[in-house]
Nanobody, 123 residues
């Protein structure tokens, strides 16, 4: 079993930055991908970024490429999402997730979810 706890959400103006953190506990395997999804009311959960634990390959949604950076500290079982140049459309609940890698990052790959942390970006 894997437990994921997010932190770092909050409110920021457009153009600002936030860093989300995800603390993992339990048994996480080297084949896992771990990363972030986001969801707004009435919308599907969207895969934002993921990192492949064994070789640090990364995946980013087109909407965040060049603005968001995912990183991982395996020793501390921490995953971070540095979000720069935030836009109002980045406003969402952000979820940390762990699952199987597969080239993309979709809900069907996820085995474990965190509880979420809210990000609000005002214009």
């Amino acid at each position: 079993q894997v437990q994921l706890v997010e932190s770092g959400g909050g409110s920021v103006q457009a153009g600002g930055s936030l860093t989300l953190s995800c603390a993992g506990s339990g048994r996480m395997y080297s084949t896992h991908c771990i990363g972030w999804f986001r969801q707004t009311p009435g919308s599907d959960r969207e895969g934002v970024a993921a990192v492949y634990s064994s070789n640090q390959d990364t995946y980013y949604a087109d909407s965040v490429k060049g603005r968001f950076t995912i990183s991982q500290d395996n020793a501390k079982k921490m995953v971070y999402l540095q979000m720069n140049n935030l836009k109002p459309e980045d406003t969402a609940m952000y979820y940390c997730a762990a699952g199987m890698c597969g080239g993309t990052w979709s809900r069907s790959q996820v085995n474990f979810w965190g509880q979420g942390t809210q990000v609000n970006v005002s214009s």
